[in-house]
């Protein structure tokens, strides 16, 4: 799909859901090699922003560069 000023939130949309989707999957292939005995950690510290009422943070780890990969890849498929 080409990127018009139409598309533009559907193009934010499939990026966010694919990172999302990307720091999720990275997260338990990390569990699932701690229980297998292998220690590794690539994820950075906690990101995101702190309203009283409502926080939202996200830990950034490789799965996140990749869903943001693949949430480009995605979109130009369509």
Same mark, same amino acid.
């Given at each position: 799909?080409?990127?018009?000023?139409?598309?533009?939130?559907?193009?934010?949309?499939?990026?966010?859901?694919?990172?999302?989707?990307?720091?999720?999957?990275?997260? %338990?292939i990390e569990k699932i090699?701690?229980m297998k005995g292998i @220690?590794?950690? $690539?994820?950075? #510290?906690?990101?995101?922003?702190?309203?009283?009422?409502?926080?939202?943070?996200?830990? %950034?780890n490789p799965g996140t560069?990749?869903?943001?990969?693949? @949430?480009?890849? $995605?979109?130009? #498929?369509?």
């Amino acid at each position: 799909m080409k990127l018009t000023k139409k598309n533009t939130r559907s193009l934010l949309t499939v990026v966010i859901l694919a990172m999302a989707a990307g720091t999720f999957f990275w997260a %338990v292939i990390e569990k699932i090699l701690n229980m297998k005995g292998i @220690g590794i950690s $690539l994820s950075t #510290g906690k990101i995101g922003f702190d309203i009283q009422v409502l926080s939202v943070y996200m830990e %950034v780890n490789p799965g996140t560069a990749l869903g943001i990969i693949g @949430g480009f890849f $995605l979109f130009k #498929g369509l």
